[in-house]
């Protein structure tokens, strides 16, 4: 009896602590169980029916205030949790710092609605208006450098430089990807795991894989593991949806604010990347060439490239990319 009594405790703690380590692993597809690098809060949107909240960082600057603002926009599979040495280097120098998680991302509800780079932008504008910004400086990452050229499209007059650093959208996907409805990339979305999540940012956003990279994909792929993981899947099909279906590649001429691309030289992101033959993914996605590309398509703009660096250099390279960054501003 003794000994049926210690197997069924013993059974018990394994069992007990199976679960914890698989709850340690699994995130809330809103990240409360993310920790930020700063505080967040939340504005409040009421649209299509629903209300929703929009996760922001508003950083005050720690350096002597300089009366300037940068908003950080994120890229597709982000949110404002991987923006931390940015905000540092940006506070440091004086700026005020402004870090919105889109909804559908990050903190933000993931809401079913038709998504749009326009509203999105608009959503940023009245929250900037909330917090009393006037005008500001727009960096936006890859999927964020669309948001934020539309942003100085819509708004040049509180665009007060647009930085684009490695964004997507430089190329129109409808003209090589085959098209893909909402309703067949949510089922693709479905299959993603850590590991998957694990070997698209090795083969696509890094030259080099370092440890400290895991992290993004603890976060990324631990969504994968929740109840609710088939609502952000829903939530991906149509914000991919978003992307190819509202370039703004064609519109740079139109873009008529102080503009810097900073472009790391290895990035190969194509979005839909999977639907094309290795000869196809070859031809598209050379930032190496979109980069310089892009920079002449907008009136005056300016071009900062980094060697040996992939899609993400405020992360593959945050010294060179903070010193760029400022001395750009």
Request: some cysteine; aromatic content about 12%.
């Amino acid at each position: 009896m003794f000994y049926k009594k210690v197997a069924l405790y013993l059974c018990l703690l394994f069992s007990a602590t199976a679960t914890l380590a698989q709850q340690a692993d699994t995130l809330s597809i809103t990240l409360e169980n993310v920790k930020y690098p700063y505080p967040v809060k939340y504005y409040r949107i009421h649209t299509e029916g629903q209300d929703l909240n929009m996760a922001y960082m508003d950083v005050a600057p720690l350096g002597k205030a300089n009366g300037r603002t940068v908003v950080l926009l994120h890229g597709k599979n982000f949110g404002g949790y991987y923006w931390g040495g940015t905000i540092k280097a940006l506070s440091d120098r004086g700026f005020r710092v402004v870090v919105p998680d889109q909804i559908g991302f990050g903190r933000s509800s993931k809401a079913f609605i038709h998504y749009s780079f326009h509203q999105l932008a608009r959503w940023n504008k009245q929250l900037l208006d909330t917090l009393g910004i006037q005008k500001a400086n727009i960096l936006g990452h890859s999927m964020g450098g669309m948001l934020a050229t539309r942003f100085a499209l819509m708004y040049p007059e509180s665009t007060e430089k647009l930085l684009l650093e490695n964004p997507i959208g430089l190329e129109d996907y409808r003209n090589f990807v085959p098209y893909v409805s909402t309703d067949q990339q949510y089922l693709t979305e479905l299959k993603a795991t850590a590991e998957s999540v694990k070997k698209y940012y090795q083969t696509s956003y890094f030259t080099v894989w370092k440890p400290e990279y895991d992290e993004l994909v603890r976060v990324a792929g631990g969504m994968t593991k929740s109840a609710d993981f088939p609502r952000l899947a829903k939530v991906n099909a149509m914000t991919y949806t978003m992307i190819y279906e509202q370039p703004v590649v064609h519109e740079f001429f139109n873009v008529h604010v102080p503009t810097i691309l900073f472009i790391g030289k290895e990035d190969k992101t194509i979005v839909g990347k999977g639907l094309l033959s290795p000869d196809q993914q070859a031809i598209h996605g050379q930032y190496r060439l979109l980069g310089k590309q892009t920079a002449a398509k907008i009136p005056g703009a300016k071009i900062v490239e980094f060697e040996g660096c992939g899609h993400i250099p405020h992360i593959e390279v945050p010294t060179e990319f903070n010193v760029a960054l400022l001395g750009s501003l």
